[in-house]
């Protein structure tokens, strides 16, 4: 006797069709909120001149870096190097989605992870979660994206918060698992509430691993942006795409340098930023 | 004090619910710790308490002034007031100057100084200090409990203090419990304990203490008797000393306050000479504290036996011969 097959691809189709159906309004009201954001911060990215944006750059990186010269020079340089292969609105673009999409992201994970990191059971809970995001093939989030926000921007912005946020979330719950059973005890010990001791002693303690991990969702975030291109996501993901589907070499790998050039800036930056 | 897994930690936790007791009762200001609830137990660990950690558990982000000032500031206690009170109990704590730096740089020794400011800083009744001073090299540590003990005495605060080497705790303590397996095998003074040991383990545990550091004068000394009145005679007193069998006697006035010494020789020639005890004593006399410890009146005792044992206002209490300080010390050994 044959077993019958088990409609597991059938019932996601009819979870994601019910949200479909009876969400609707919800979903266009996050769909215009979204784009409204990505646009408004891409217009005012938009608003300086390049050579002027460059320059911006490359001070907050001297001071961010800690009068680290060569993170100033380089960044300096990269941004007019995008400027100057005609990628400049295209990056502006994908800078704007992977800053809106890793801002979202963190609005959800560190949360997430405080409470993951404080209570058992949302532990049990959002740890296998978090694996089947992480293994599940990045591909495979784009299709109800698309199915829930058309093409464009916004589907995009979804699959990446979805991509970016597990590694924000696991090392914010590891921070703060991490935070010594001493000062723990002395928040404690000292009369703190609840409240007191989380943003007294255990986020601070926390923080580095914290950073870690909102350096991890940015860097996913500008990977999935990219990868995001596919279902109608602007920016310079969109230009790899169609240097792939022209088999233009030279098309592609300009646009693959303009993305590396932003990833090592996001990278240094964020890096900078975690106390030690 | 105990040995590590005897319990004593644990039970230090008990008191401010760091950990739940499961059973009994911990009544401060006649009132439960162990059944208050959250709010009360709070209030209870702000007002009430403050906790000094093996580890120091400094927060590594704050300056030692916000270290201090912890305690006060969850309190809601205004910026102004607790960097008066931080800085305060950091100069309590002899770290004047350091108020802004980190906590990092500091020596193992001046982080927890620290760690006594900040359980100082909120002015508690009771410090609770979980093995501070364990983690400190051993001359920074005697350093600190002398300080410690200048403390306590200057302000008057009840301190349990937990420890698994003796002689801090001989040395701080002046109540010490001592635990075996979570059970009290012994609650008593430093002598209390080293004198009447309650059972096998707490001998086997003090069996090699320096004994001439925790016994004084008090504890070692004998009923000074037979003694002579200053009023009285050189023959009274040979007939005192021959009666004991003794070759000197003190003479104390009315109010049993030592004036002098007589000498068997200086008797015997007094008393041919029809002179008084007064004419024949001297006043030339050792006395000594009965706090004083032993170890610093066996060199003394060498040349000069016996030796007198006098309050502050010169009231003869006892005398220590050269051989109850043997006895006191061998006394183990049996």
């Known amino acids: 006797m044959a077993i019958p097959k088990i409609p597991i691809g059938e019932g996601m189709e009819k979870v994601v069709n019910w949200i479909e159906d009876d969400f609707g309004i919800l979903l266009d009201i996050f769909s215009d909120v979204t784009d409204y954001i990505i646009s408004g911060l891409n217009d005012t990215l938009l608003l300086f001149p390049p050579i002027v944006f460059a320059l911006i750059i490359g001070i907050a990186a001297y001071f961010i870096g800690k009068k680290d010269l060569k993170l100033a020079i380089g960044s300096t340089f990269g941004l007019l190097l995008i400027e100057n292969m005609g990628l400049w609105v295209l990056s502006m673009e994908t800078i704007s989605l992977v800053l809106t999409s890793a801002s979202l992201a963190l609005l959800i994970a560190i949360p997430l992870g405080i409470v993951s990191a404080k209570n058992e059971f949302a532990y049990h809970v959002i740890k296998p979660l978090l694996d089947l995001m992480q293994t599940m093939p990045s591909f495979v989030y784009l299709i109800p994206a698309v199915i829930f926000f058309g093409l464009g921007n916004v589907p995009g912005l979804v699959a990446t918060i979805v991509f970016a946020m597990p590694p924000a979330i696991r090392l914010t719950t590891l921070g703060i698992q991490q935070v010594p059973k001493e000062l723990t005890e002395v928040a404690d010990a000292f009369g703190s509430t609840p409240w007191q001791k989380l943003t007294k002693v255990e986020l601070p303690t926390a923080l580095p691993s914290i950073m870690a991990g909102v350096n991890q969702c940015i860097m996913l975030s500008l990977s999935m942006v990219v990868i995001a291109a596919m279902i109608g996501a602007r920016g310079l993901g969109y230009q790899v795409l169609i240097g792939i589907q022209r088999v233009d070499i030279g098309q592609g790998f300009e646009a693959g340098l303009g993305i590396v050039i932003i990833a090592i800036i996001l990278d240094r930056f964020t890096q900078h930023l975690t106390p030690k | ?334």
């Not at chain 2, 203490?209 to 004068?217: C, E, G, M, S, W």
């Not at chain 2, 008090?218 to 023959?235: F, H, L, Y």
């Open chain 2, 1 to 334: 004090m105990g040995l590590s897994g005897s319990g004593k930690s644990t039970l230090l936790r008990c008191i401010n619910r760091l950990i739940e007791p499961t059973a009994g009762n911990i009544i401060l200001d006649g009132e439960d710790v162990a059944t208050a609830d959250s709010e009360k137990l709070r209030e209870i660990r702000r007002k009430k308490m403050g906790m000094v950690f093996q580890n120091f558990a400094l927060i590594p982000h704050r300056t030692v002034l916000d270290n201090v000032a912890y305690g006060l500031e969850i309190q809601g206690i205004s910026k102004e007031e607790r960097d008066v009170k931080g800085k305060e109990a950091i100069e309590t704590v002899g770290l004047k100057g350091y108020e802004d730096s980190k906590t990092s740089q500091l020596s193992g020794g001046m982080q927890q100084r620290v760690g006594l400011a900040r359980a100082l800083a909120t002015d508690p009744d009771i410090l609770l200090m979980d093995e501070a001073f364990s983690a400190l090299d051993p001359l920074i540590r005697s350093e600190m409990q002398d300080e410690l003990l200048a403390l306590e005495e200057k302000m008057q605060k009840t301190i349990v203090f937990v420890s698994h080497d003796l002689d801090e705790a001989l040395k701080l303590g002046d109540r010490i419990m001592i635990m075996h397996d979570g059970q009290i095998a012994q609650i008593g003074t430093a002598e209390n304990i080293l004198t009447e040991p309650a059972d096998d383990y707490v001998s086997k545990f003090v069996a090699g203490v320096d004994r001439t550091k925790i016994l004084t004068a008090e504890t070692v000394m004998k009923r000074a008797d037979p003694v002579i009145s200053i009023n009285s005679s050189p023959k009274v007193a040979l007939q005192l000393m021959r009666e004991h069998g003794i070759s000197s006697i003190f003479v104390v006035n009315r109010e049993k306050h030592l004036k002098g010494i007589v000498s068997v020789d200086d008797a015997v020639s007094g008393s041919k000479a029809g002179k008084t005890i007064k004419d024949v004593m001297t006043s030339d006399v050792t006395a000594t504290n009965p706090d004083t410890p032993l170890n610093e009146l066996i060199p003394i005792i060498e040349n000069s036996s016996p030796i007198a044992v006098t309050k502050d206002d010169g009231k003869l209490l006892g005398v220590i011969v050269r051989g109850s300080v043997l006895g006191a010390l061998t006394i183990e050994e049996v």
